[in-house]
Structure formats: C-alpha cells, structure tokens
C-alpha cells in the first residue's frame, strides 16, 4: 500500500491547508492480520522530513521495521516491510510520523491514522457495529491554517480548540437500541488527556492498548493519556441521544513559570466529542462473555530493577524556557541510555519529579503496569506518570533485540527532548 504524506485535506468539512495521509484526516485505517507482513511505500510531499511508526505494535526494531531513526527527506520515499508476528494479539493500534523534533507539529497538522490487527483469539463479542473512534485536537486560524503554538503551549504540551472525532467536530453517531457497538477509541491528541464518559450511560471497556482485560469492565469515565487506546462496547436500550464528552482533566502546571497555562486549557471545562442518537426497535441486547483473552503478567523473575526519572528544570542559560529531560538528559539518538539483555523481564519504576503528568511509552515492547495506575497488572504500551508520582511497570524484552526508544507520549515534552534509546540484545 502506499501512503503519500502531503499538503491539503478537508477537515471538518471545509478545505483546509493541513497535512494528511493520503488526502484525508485521519489517514486511512490500515488492517493487518497477525503473521502478514505490512508493506507500505511512504512518499513524502511536505517540506519537512518524516517518517512512519507503529505506535503500540510488537514488532522488531531492526531495519525499518519500527524505526524512529528513520530520516525520509522531503521529495523522497521510503518502503516500510513491517513483519507481524503470528502470535500478535488483535486489537487497535494506530500509526503517525516519528521525526524527533517535529512529531508534534505533524501530528497536530493531521498527520495520524488507525491501524487495527484483525483476527486472533476471538473472544466472540456480540458486536452489531465496529467503529473507529480517533479523536485529534487542532487549532485553525481564520485562513484555515494550522496554528503554531507558542512557546508556553509548547512546553504545557499544546491542546487544540478543537477536538475532532475521525477528522469530523462533533459526528453524530446512530444505533438502534439493543445493539451492541464497538467504539475503537484513539486517543490521538498532542498533549490532551481523555476522561471519557458517555452520559446517561455507562461504557464497557473490553481492551486497553490494543489488547484485552482480563473481563468487561463497566466504567463512568475512562482516562486516556496522549496515545492510549480504549474498545469500549456501547449498548443502549432505550431511544435518546447521549453526549461522549471528555471531562475536564487537570494535567498539573509548569510550576513558577506556569500561570495562565495552570492544568492546561482542558482542565477548565467538559468538551463534546460526539453524539450518539439511537431510535427504532429496541432487539434484546446478547449477552457479554464473562472472560476475555488478555495476555497474563510474565512470571519470570525479574533480572533487573531501574529507575527513570523524567524533570522539568531550567534550560540551559540564553535558551529560554525549560528543559525536558529523563534522567537528567535530553534525547541523542547516538548514546544507549539503557542496555537490557534479550529475553529478560525487568521492572523500571518511572519517577516523575516535576508539578505536571507526564505520558510513559516504550516502543516495541508492551509492558504491565504493577501500580499506580487504575488498572493494575493490564498490559498497555502507554502510561500516564502523575505530576510527583511514580509507576512501577514490568517488562518482558522478548522476542526482539535491537535499538528503540521510550519517551513522553505529550509530544511536544518528546520534541524538547523527553526521550531516550534502549538497546536490547
Ligand atoms: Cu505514538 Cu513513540 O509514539
Ligand atoms: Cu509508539
Ligand atoms: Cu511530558
């Protein structure tokens, strides 16, 4: 398949100057099935250089399987294999440009699609209807041009005014009651943290990150840091619309520098995403499965226990602006920063030290999180680190070495140099 990265899309119904996969924003939804391998020829048409990544996907790093060293110049192309494995779970997954310095910009200029991986262990879910769901934030300026951020909202991690489901504001969604629907939830924000709820009802959560939880989970409101996602199954009884709004979520603040940007602009009040309208016939609904497929905890001993600390701290002098930085570094594509040998599971406990969350994610390898977080022991591949809080995550590094990199999945904290590479062999 070929993907073109270039200039001009309709978004939210109007022509617009943004950046789009293939014409459309979001990208076209890629379908893999486990053991294929995806082939995609990436042809860059904008004026800066990009890439391609997998987010989520257990995939070998080597070659140009998941890389985010990947260099495409503006004019040129580049062919992606990407192999699958065969024991990959199902699930939801999605893909975006990786270029460190300008992910953020990308993303936010309309650069992002969902990637789903069909088949698999087939929990049998009575599902009438499979959507996707991937919600991204922009801001427009009167000529229909992508906003730029200023410093503040970069380091605060931008937020758009406006926040689009599939590239459309505030889609209506319909259904009849006594169906079941699958909502594929990405959240493919910037900086914006999700506190989804769907009111008047209540949501059931069947996966998180592309894989399943252990059993449905009846939920008011279901969190998704920058880059999470949720399947989520809707089942409405009764005819009526109901609002899927995000709540407001309060991302902490920039400390002394801080002021107007306290919580970021989503703290300050709910948002409509979109709407779901039912009417008709109500069917009964089916029943759900009482456990679902999720992948277990990996019992082997752990071979090693670190600590990463990511901070805030004053930039360097004449820089301006702060310093974003793991283990008081920022990100060189040319240093190893953790050496872990293949086929060991380890546990790292992720410090936050500064007065805001931040987001972790580590490519390639999916972890469990052990605490500090809702849902505890569930595999996901990212993490909401809370400001002056920590999680402790086990890891299996199985299946592939090679060189990858963990950062914070607030992309603009990525860009400023919040990341950092890990060698596996
Ligand atoms: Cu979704 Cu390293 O990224
Ligand atoms: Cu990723
Ligand atoms: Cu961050």
Redesign the pocket.
Known sequence: MTLTVAQGARLAGREMSAWAFNGTCPGPTLRVRPGDLLRARLINHIDQPTNL?T??LHVSPHGNGDN?FVTIEPGDSFDYAIAVPADHPAGTF?Y?P?HHGT?ADQIFAGLAGALLVDGGPDPDLPVTDDLVLLVTDITLDGAGRVAAPNMMARMMGREGELVLVNGQHQPVITAVPGAVQRWRVVNGCVSRVLALRLREHRLTQVALDGVFLPAPADRDQVVLA??NRADLLVRPTRSGRYALVSEPYDRGSLGMMGGMTDGGPSAAGPVTLATLVTSGTATPSAALPARLPAPSIPSDSVSRRRQITFAMGMGRMGMGGMAFTIDGRTFDPGRDDQTVALDTVEEWTVVNTSPMDHAF?L?AWPFHVLTGAPAAGVRQD?VLVPARGSVRLRIPFTDYPGRS???C?V?DH?DLGM?ATVNVR
Request: overall charge negative; aromatic content about 10%.
């Open positions: 990544h987010h989520g985010p999605w975006h990786h992910v920058p880059g994610h490519h990212v990199v963990y950062h999945h992309l990525e990341m």
